[in-house]
């Protein structure tokens, strides 16, 4: 039976598994659940995950959350020997630091974007010294590698990438940080399900924000 995700496309970490399951060539379901009409907290979904978050994944009775815990069950599952989720301890721990690296820079990142995008101001100034300083380590990271880690694309790549609409939505220049930028650029020319999967609509963008905006002001009643 096909395994089944849970996404919801504004969440990258929700893009970073989808992403991982087309890169292994497997046979899954996509559901989309809305987070903005509470589709979270239907009584099946938590069953599957009492969290409520996304990506969620079934697998035949299995039952799965956290985007990186997906990422690396599905290439250990499916893909024991492939290069995206290496079996050599220096690789893999390579990949597993870029992984835990990620849960600084996303927080960075996301107060910075929905600064200016959601609230329509200039993050704080240590804000953007913080996100300077990841971005800065990423590019030096990077160097003159062909990927995150070395010469072979990883799940630390898929997950760093799925991140790239919040860098275009929060109109963040990366021009300064070469290597990452052409990192970026390359690898969305590689893939070929990188749009489809990371481009979203403005239209869509837009109506997720005023949800958002509503929400916010409801709570704060």
């Not at 704080?124 to 913080?130: S, V």
Request: aromatic fraction near 12%; glycine fraction near 4%; charge should be negative.
């Amino acid at each position: 039976m096909p395994i089944d995700l849970y996404y919801n496309k504004f969440s990258a970490p929700s893009r970073a598994a989808w992403m991982t399951a087309r890169q292994l060539g497997l046979d899954f379901n996509l559901t989309s659940v809305d987070l903005s009409t509470g589709e979270q907290f239907k009584p099946e979904f938590i069953a599957l995950n009492p969290l409520h978050t996304v990506p969620t994944l079934a697998d035949n009775g299995f039952a799965l959350w956290e985007s990186r815990a997906i990422m690396q069950y599905l290439c250990n599952r499916y893909a024991p020997d492939s290069t995206l989720y290496p079996k050599d301890p220096k690789k893999r721990a390579l990949v597993d630091r870029s992984l835990y690296f990620d849960l600084t820079f996303t927080p960075q990142l996301a107060e910075v974007m929905m600064a200016r995008v959601l609230m329509g101001t200039e993050p704080a100034a240590d804000k953007l010294a913080k996100l300077d300083e990841s971005l800065k380590a990423i590019n030096n990271l990077i160097g003159v590698n062909r990927y995150l880690t070395g010469d072979q694309l990883t799940i630390a790549d898929l997950s760093l990438l799925s991140l790239t609409s919040y860098i275009d939505k929060g109109s963040i220049d990366i021009s300064p940080y070469p290597n990452y930028q052409r990192w970026v650029q390359a690898l969305q020319q590689e893939l070929p399900y990188y749009y489809e999967i990371n481009n979203i609509p403005k239209a869509d963008w837009d109506e997720s924000l005023d949800k958002y905006r509503a929400l916010l002001a409801a709570k704060a009643k």
